[in-house]
């Protein structure tokens, strides 16, 4: 049985990005707060000294600052007719864990979605007709303009110093509700948090965790294509480029870097091009961005070269200062379907009996032939720089979790207008639990070509707004379905 703490106005599951934004801006209006973070404290001058800050195999090997797939972790398979197994260990994406959440490990890199990315799926059929999208792509609006979230992202972005001269600016009441949440401590002992409002700003998957373990919202069922929870689940369309020159000529100083310093191209970004003769929608920015030259993952040797040996150990030296590497390439939309989404899996569960979350998903023709064009693309520009062999890493089925890309999962508990279609309104708030707000990019109805924080961040300060200039006035939902 759980132990009662007191009563608090306002308990915040999860003190990353947006659970930070939330508190921040709900003490300002005088809420008594409490926020309750799984994972440890990070303190910068005893977690990241310069001694060892940039230790690769500490860090990007081992995963220290990483949920332990040991504590919890996920099921994963391709296809619905698939049985799903636990992975063991992080992949494709790896799960904050901590004070400050997956900020922790940002890159810095912040992006303004396009305003056609807030409008999709009015957008592409205005544009193109809906026959031209695929049948079971399941884009929709978000609910929120990129009007409204405009002044939000400017305050982000004065937050956090973000510089730079800008290429384009402006291009129903179900009666239930949250009483608190219950949690367990490193000790084992089971507690209650009391509250009068709870906002959810958890990582996208244990979002979706927490609303289906919480019966908060239908779950989805991909077979009727109903029901919310778990639905629009979705990843990033990431590949890169190598390209290998003259060592003579050219020295790249691949070790002298940051996660944010680079040069993309935006041209062939969301609908910044006419997708019309090519078949497929979505795009990417193309990215010379180097996070790091680590020397343990950072080994690039053009096709052909043995995979060991004198003659691999030869063509590392020949060709780490005079290659541009893994960091430079595409990074892409990858948008909704019917069969990619999340449940609780029926067979696998955690140390409290609690069933784990399974994800479904794959890559689908439209991603895969948006990836080809942009990868080639990208290509023609790195030999115009004038390398003398270019390598393209295509992004290709099935969806494999083991192979790195980013920690860029969006959607299952998704905003909109509609609430047999989406989680929470526009203003993040639950349709079926009006004191209950969720953040993050488990809000994203699908995924565009950026890297989500600035959106996330803006999105919470929009729904900061909302919750201190109407919601405290007059606690309820803020709009009637």
């Keep these: 049985m759980s132990r009662k703490l007191p009563k608090k106005d306002v308990v915040i599951i999860g003190l990353g990005w947006t659970g930070s934004i939330l508190a921040n801006e709900l003490t300002d209006e005088g809420l008594d707060i409490i926020a309750i973070e799984r994972g440890p404290w990070r303190d910068a001058p005893t977690e990241f000294p310069p001694n060892y800050a940039q230790d690769e195999l500490r860090y990007r090997i081992r995963h220290e600052l990483f949920l332990r797939p040991e504590q919890t972790t996920f099921t994963f398979r391709n296809k619905m007719n698939q049985t799903a197994l636990p992975i063991r260990d992080w992949g494709s994406f790896m799960p904050p864990n901590g004070v400050g959440g997956g900020g922790v490990h940002w890159n810095a ?11 999709l799926r009015t957008h592409l059929t205005g544009r193109y007709g809906a026959s031209f999208l695929p049948e079971d792509m399941t884009i929709q609006d978000w609910g929120v ?10 305050h982000f972005e004065y937050l956090c110093g973000t510089s730079g001269t800008a290429g384009n600016l402006r291009g129903q009441i179900q009666g239930k509700h949250a009483t608190g949440v219950s949690f367990v401590d490193t000790g084992g002992v089971e507690w209650e948090q009391p509250a009068d409002l709870v906002i959810l700003s958890a990582y996208t998957m244990f979002n979706v965790q927490l609303l289906l373990h919480s019966k908060i919202g239908k779950p989805y069922d991909p077979i009727a294509n109903a029901g919310v929870i778990g639905r629009n689940f979705t990843h990033q369309t990431i590949s890169s480029v190598n390209g290998f020159f003259d060592n003579k000529k050219f020295n790249f100083n691949p ?12 041209e ?49 030296r020949d060709n780490y200062l005079s290659s541009v590497k893994p960091g430079t390439g595409i990074h892409g939309s990858f948008y909704s379907y019917r069969d990619v989404y999340l449940d609780l899996d029926p067979t696998y569960k955690d140390r409290f009996g609690r069933p784990l979350m399974r994800m479904t998903i794959d890559f689908h023709d439209n991603e895969i032939k948006q990836n080809a064009f942009l990868t080639d693309k990208f290509a023609e520009i790195i030999q115009a720089m004038g390398a003398h062999t270019v390598d393209k890493q295509y992004r290709k089925g099935p969806y494999d979790a083991t192979d790195y890309q980013t920690t860029h999962l969006n959607g299952g508990a998704i905003m909109g207008a509609d609430p047999s279609t989406s989680a929470i309104n526009r203003y993040l708030q639950s349709w079926d639990v009006p004191n209950l707000f969720v953040m993050g990019a488990s809000a994203f109805p699908q995924n565009a070509g950026y890297n989500p924080t600035g959106t996330v961040a803006a999105l919470a300060f929009w729904s900061a707004s909302a919750i201190r200039g109407q919601y405290l006035k007059n606690p309820g939902p803020l709009i009637h379905a």
């Design 268 to 316: 062939f970004n969301g609908d910044n091009f006419d997708h019309g003769p090519h078949g497929f929608v979505g795009g990417a920015y193309m990215g010379q961005v180097q996070t790091n030259g680590r020397p343990i993952q950072t080994t690039p040797v053009p096709p052909g070269t043995p995979k060991w040996g004198a003659a691999w150990k030869s063509a590392v």
């Design 109 to 119: 890199e912040t992006f303004r979605f396009l305003p056609s990315d807030f409008v």
């Design 145 to 154: 303009t990129y009007d409204d979230l405009e002044p939000h992202y400017d």
């Design 255 to 266: 070790f002298i870097s940051s996660g944010a310093i680079g040069m993309c191209i935006d």
